[in-house]
């Protein structure tokens, strides 16, 4: 499956995060590379949505809802907001 | 507010179906009567989810067409192998009912005091908010001047093409068939990249605002050219949808 962007996940973000997202800043835990959330590169694939550093290629965010509970994985995010 | 905009929240309603139009072959625009819209910008989406009989929930995003002010629409494609899609397109009809939940975004969108001039770059259905623009700058008596670069497959690819035909004073649309041309075509017939760009795109030295959506690597091919040619990074805004060679 080929990647979208972080504009495809705006509405997950939103209710993770009740506000809007997709123009947030992020900076990448492993490689310092800056972008809004827009510009990530974003793998929907069920059951879980990842979302990857677009220089480095590192996981920055996990989304997967088990149960109708959604478990939020930010580990490799340095900043977000 | 625009704090208080961006800490609306964002729940699931059921709209109505109040118009089908056909664009081209697979693809189709859906008018829909949504009870509570809070208005949106163009360049924004919505969600919209579907439920089974079993239960089974599938949801995607999808451009909003229509300029804030006028009813909310969608323009769907179909995807052969789609989820959503060939039900959006094939079976939905004009009363029907749809879950949605929007408006969604903050990054991807234009507003008039933004100014230009504005090059935007759509890649098969990646017009689809790029209309969303096109129509606001109209509404609104914009004259910031604007360039669509248009990649299509084939002229019946088009979507909205009689539309594009008449465009606003200050709007020129440029379109590029890359599969077939009708005889006689006087357009483009390549592939949009660098070479293409440095013949259709503002100079970087009039701080163009660019837009650029489309199958991802339509957009991550324009969106480079563009800042090797000198456009600032943050001048350039991309949203990618995947693959479906619709180019």
């Known amino acids: 499956m080929e990647a979208v962007d972080g504009n495809a996940i705006g509405g997950l973000l939103h209710e993770v995060f009740s506000a809007e997202m997709t123009s947030a800043a992020t900076v990448c835990g492993n490689c310092g590379d800056a972008r809004p959330v827009a510009e990530l590169v974003v793998y929907l694939r069920a059951p879980g949505t990842v979302v990857r550093c677009r220089t480095c290629d590192s996981v920055l965010m996990v989304f997967v809802t088990v149960h109708d509970r959604m478990c939020v994985d930010l580990q490799g995010l340095a900043v977000l907001g | 507010m625009a704090g208080t905009a961006l800490r609306r929240r964002l729940t699931w309603q059921v709209a109505k179906v109040s118009a089908v139009t056909t664009e081209t072959a697979s693809v189709r625009t859906l008018t829909l009567d949504v009870p509570d819209w809070p208005g ?3 360049g924004q989406h919505l969600d919209i989810r579907l439920t089974d009989e079993d239960g089974y929930v599938a949801e995607r995003s999808y451009s909003i067409a229509s300029a804030p002010g006028e009813p909310v629409a969608i323009t769907v494609e179909r ?3 789609g989820e959503v899609s060939p039900y959006l397109t094939d079976e939905l009809r004009t009363g029907d009912d749809l879950e949605l939940r929007g408006p969604i975004g903050g990054y991807f969108i234009w507003e008039p005091e933004d100014g230009g001039p504005l090059l935007l770059l759509a890649g098969g259905s990646g017009v689809v908010p790029l209309r969303s623009i096109l129509r606001l700058r109209e509404r609104t008596g914009s004259t910031v001047p604007v360039r669509l670069l248009y990649s299509s497959r084939t002229l019946d690819d088009v979507i909205y093409r009689a539309e594009l035909d008449q465009p606003a004073r ?4 440029i379109h ?3 599969r077939h041309q ?3 075509w006087a357009g483009y017939a390549r592939r949009a990249d660098g070479v293409l760009l440095a013949e259709v795109a503002w100079p970087a ?3 163009p605002l660019a837009y650029a959506c489309g199958p991802t690597s339509f957009v991550e091919t324009v969106s480079q050219a563009l800042v090797q040619s000198g456009y600032p990074p943050e001048r350039v805004k991309t949203e990618r949808f995947g ?3 619709g180019t």
Do not use: R
Not at chain 2, 170 to 173: I, K
């Open chain 2, 40 to 42: 949106h910008q163009a």
């Open chain 2, 182 to 184: 009708p005889s006689g």
């Open chain 2, 205 to 207: 030295s009039e701080m």
């Open chain 2, 79 to 81: 995807l052969e192998d």
């Open chain 2, 243 to 245: 693959a479906t060679g």
């Open chain 2, 176 to 178: 590029t068939l890359t």
């Open chain 2, 170 to 173: 200050g709007v020129e649309v």
